[in-house]
């Protein structure tokens, strides 16, 4: 009865409950980091290989030249697997939108996970105009 | 017992249990931590092998115009111009059918893997597939109707047909193209008395004429081949010559045509001979070849593809885990898919 009716103890056990349960959940964060460099990593290299290989004989430069955006559209999308979400953009020299009125991407993006990759490239008629290409690729599943 | 060493008995506990639980968090988390530390580590490994192998020629450098092994595994034309541009010969003796095709212990020593699995895969970038809809006799001969569907990655692409017929002492060609749903239709004659007659059809994507691809259907048997043909005869593309290798002794070559999406030509065969050249047609299109004969009295035709594609070459990694790299890449001006795959690390 004396030792239920003394309560000089209590805050040394709430102190000590409080303790563990900081240190605990403090701990529990560290597994939330992310794993996304692997394949971060993988989708870059991927859309450096794409617009390298289409554009090897200035066919993507053309493209643009020409404003075939359904085509340009088309070219990626056969170069690059069905779980792979894209967006493309592309800019004159001095970095204005070429492709405003029609985005060259197959659907939302899917995930926080977004690669960029800027690559330019010169037409190959007289003038030698200069574009960027800016590829975005981000993998359909991953968060 | 005083209150107070109670209180702290029970304080202490509760810490312990903490402790206890926190350890255990943190083995599974540095654990976790350590694994994906580890899987980084092997995927950039491996992709770095995966990119040696597409953007190297390889030693040496001229490996796949010979019988020889290659001391260092590459892929790549020497002094190409393009990225990602692969050699047609490398890409040929990765398959299996081809007389001078590498083995995959000699694919395994010259990319310097000693305990991991690899496998390469090079496919067309469009499917083209084919369908008997109709046939008729006619006063001539026989009449045929063709489904083609072309799509890539199951997504239908409209694209341009050119399709060979190719029977006994016959030769024919007929245009057409598929519809931005991917289909189309095409009417194809062979003449009375034509037997093993084949069509080949070559589709050209509309929105880029290096997406190029062939197809192989045998009319007699009304079914699409995939894989080369070699009843009697094997055919073996390298260097741009045609090998011909055959068990029969009663075996006579009579023909041969080689086609492109735009061309025809006729091979130059000289009879008794066991190789002739192949004309170096400038196409953006894969080559077929088709061989005519007779074998034992039979008339027979075999066909192959230059480079030889599709295939799967290496492990089949059934059921196993295999990491693998993509890539777009150029074979004599044409676009295909290659994928690398590789197993995992030992540890």
């Known amino acids: 009865m004396k030792l239920l009716e003394d309560k000089k103890g209590v805050v040394r056990v709430i102190e000590a409950f409080l303790a563990s349960m900081l240190l605990m959940s403090c701990l529990a964060m560290i597994p939330a980091q992310p794993r996304l460099q692997d394949s971060t990593g993988n989708l870059a290299s991927t859309a450096q290989n794409v617009l390298l290989s289409l554009n090897s004989n200035g066919h993507l430069a053309t493209l643009v030249d020409n404003r075939e955006w359904t085509n340009l559209k088309s070219s990626i999308e056969s170069a690059l697997p069905l779980t792979v979400w894209f967006n493309l953009t592309v800019f004159d020299e001095n970095m204005h939108v070429l492709n405003d009125d029609f985005p060259i991407c197959n659907g939302g993006a899917v995930s926080n996970s977004i690669v960029s990759v800027d690559y330019v490239c010169a037409s190959q008629n007289s003038t030698y105009t200069i574009y960027i290409l800016r590829l975005q690729l981000s993998q359909v599943g991953t968060i | ?347």
């Open chain 2, 1 to 347: 017992l005083p209150t107070s060493s109670f209180d702290t008995f029970f304080a202490c506990t509760i810490i312990l249990a903490a402790a206890l639980i926190a350890t255990g968090f943190v083995t599974s988390t540095m654990q976790v931590r350590i694994d994906n530390t580890k899987s980084i580590n092997e995927e950039s490994y491996l992709q770095a092998i995966a990119d040696h192998i597409v953007t190297s020629p390889g030693t040496p450098n001229n490996w796949g115009t010979s019988s020889s092994v290659p001391a260092d595994f590459g892929l790549a034309t020497s002094h190409s111009t393009i990225p990602y541009e692969l050699d047609i010969d490398k890409v040929t003796r990765l398959n299996s059918l081809n007389n001078y095709s590498i083995s995959y212990f000699d694919m395994e020593i010259a990319s310097k893997l000693n305990n991991i699995a690899i496998g390469i895969a090079v496919s067309q970038i469009m499917d083209v597939s084919i369908e008997q809809s109709s046939s008729s006799i006619t006063g001539s001969g026989e009449s045929f109707n063709l489904s083609i569907s072309t799509s890539i990655d199951s997504e239908p692409v409209s694209a341009s047909l050119n399709c060979y017929v190719v029977a006994n002492n016959y030769l024919n060609n007929t245009t057409g193209s598929t519809s931005d749903m991917g289909l189309g239709s095409v009417p194809v004659q062979t003449p009375s008395g034509a037997t093993n007659a084949m069509v080949i059809v070559f589709a050209r994507a509309s929105f880029d004429d290096r997406i190029t691809s062939y197809a192989i259907y045998n009319l007699e048997n009304s079914t699409q081949e995939t894989v080369s043909s070699s009843d009697f005869l094997t055919l073996s593309p390298i260097d741009y010559k045609l090998n011909f290798s055959t068990n029969s002794s009663d075996l006579t070559i009579q023909d041969g045509y080689v086609f492109s999406y735009s061309h025809q030509q006729n091979l130059a065969y000289k009879p008794g001979a066991m190789q002739c050249p192949i004309p170096e047609i400038v196409d953006k299109s894969p080559l077929v070849v088709v061989v005519c004969g007779v074998n034992d009295g039979t008339y027979f035709q075999e066909w192959v593809s230059y480079p030889q594609v599709p295939f799967n070459a290496g492990s089949d990694f059934s059921g196993s885990q295999k990491n693998v790299f993509s890539y777009t890449v150029t074979i004599n001006g044409v676009l295909y898919k290659l994928d690398i795959s590789f197993g995992g690390v030992a540890s």
